[in-house]
């Protein structure tokens, strides 16, 4: 069973991420517009591709495999293997064995490496880096070491060491900010400008422990977890609020004004401006944990648990449908959405796609799902036991 509680000792997540046409882009792709640029589609990371068209509940049984990417093999961590895509250019952070990873930049169709650096070597591994593309460039966080580079060259804009024993979890960037938090005795905040790498503001969660999450940015403000959920000024770093209510390390996801967090056995609603709960509903009972972090598109949020793919009303929190594999060790990733579509991957059942509204199976392939569905110009990125799997009609 590869899915782990969030407080496990942190492993290496493995993405892939696409970026321009070969050239550096002169302006950054904003989160929305068809692609899906960092962890859970954007800097707010709800997971939900809004500008999709030609994938819908009536085109997506169509669904084939267009290509098979065999040597983007790597680290199946926490979040399994994780693709970021944005055009056709591609980057991947990839476990290359001796506790070493590498980020790798692959050429899309063909797949062909174009520049690969070694980003990471050491002991204890990293704690869930997963890479940003804005503006031509490649940001990463791994380790306590936060790095830029060019996406189409390689070249090393700049580089930022932290404090020792810090190990950045997934990078954001918005409006030329980068964002992590670490994972570490104590959770911190970093804000890094995105052009010369200088450090804007760091916060520190009180003396809260192991945050394995994203910073997710909206608004101007920008909101972390560790056993709180936290929010600050995304500028300045001034503190906002801290909730009452303790959920441990979900990334905030955040849509129309709330920020919604996936727990062990509950998903929650807060208010985005003031962190007051507005609703919380269960997902599963027991110890049995739901999946990390859900989607939501504005009306419907989507969480999965080991078993199941669930729907609530986003505004309510009103469970609005249930498809149970039947299976306690089916294993879901965290799913996306994207033109009324529902993806999900996971170890028994592998690709599925519903219909947002009521809950019914469009289309299925029993890969080995061993990471998130992610959704792009009318094709889903999913990786088959260390494959990637490029689906389209």
């Known amino acids: 069973m590869i899915r782990k509680y969030r407080f496990v000792a942190p492993v290496v997540a493995v993405i892939v991420a696409t970026l321009g046409t070969g050239v550096v882009l002169a302006a ?44 983007w093999l790597g680290f199946v961590g926490e979040y399994g293997v994780y693709p970021v895509v944005m055009g056709n250019l591609a980057a991947g952070l990839v476990a290359a064995g001796g506790n070493r990873v590498h980020l790798d930049v692959f050429n899309i169709p063909s797949g062909s490496v174009r520049w690969s650096h070694l980003v990471f070597r050491g002991d204890p591994l990293p704690a869930n880096p997963v890479p940003a593309l804005s503006n031509g460039d490649v940001f990463v966080g791994i380790g306590n070491v936060m790095d830029a580079y060019n996406a189409a060259t390689g070249h090393l804009l700049w580089s930022k060491t932290e404090a020792p024993g810090a190990r950045f979890n997934e990078t954001s960037v918005a409006n030329g900010v980068v964002y992590s938090d670490t994972y570490g005795s104590q959770t911190d905040v970093y804000a890094f400008k995105a052009t010369t790498g200088a450090l804007l503001w760091t916060a520190a969660l009180g003396t809260e422990c192991c945050s394995i999450s994203a910073v997710s940015v909206a608004n101007g403000v920008a909101y972390a977890t560790a056993t709180h959920l936290w929010a600050f000024n995304a500028t300045t770093g001034a503190h906002v609020f801290t909730s009452t209510v303790a959920y441990p390390g979900a990334t905030p996801v955040v849509s129309g004004g709330v920020v919604y967090l996936e727990n062990t056995n509950t998903v929650s609603a807060y208010s985005a401006s003031t962190g007051s709960q507005l609703w919380s509903s269960p997902t599963v ?20 648990t080991p078993e199941d793919v669930i729907a609530f009303n986003a505004t309510s929190g009103a469970r609005l449908w249930t498809y149970d594999s039947g299976n306690s060790s089916a294993d879901y990733f965290p799913p996306a959405i994207a033109n009324s579509v529902v993806y999900a991957g996971s170890l028994a059942d592998g690709l599925q796609a519903f219909n947002e509204t009521n809950g019914n199976v469009l289309f299925s392939h029993s890969m080995l799902s061993e990471g998130s569905p992610i959704v792009s110009n009318a094709a889903v990125y999913l990786v088959d036991d260390g494959e990637m799997q490029v689906f389209g009609l």
């Open 285 to 304: 009972s027991g110890d049995v944990f739901s999946s990390l972090d859900p989607a939501v598109d504005g009306s419907t949020l989507i969480a999965t």
């Open 28 to 71: 950054p792709a904003p989160a929305g517009n068809g692609y899906w640029p960092m962890y859970m589609d954007g800097p707010a990371h709800n997971g939900d591709n809004r500008n999709e068209t030609a994938l819908s509940t009536a085109t997506v049984s169509g669904l084939k495999i267009t290509h098979t990417y065999t040597h």
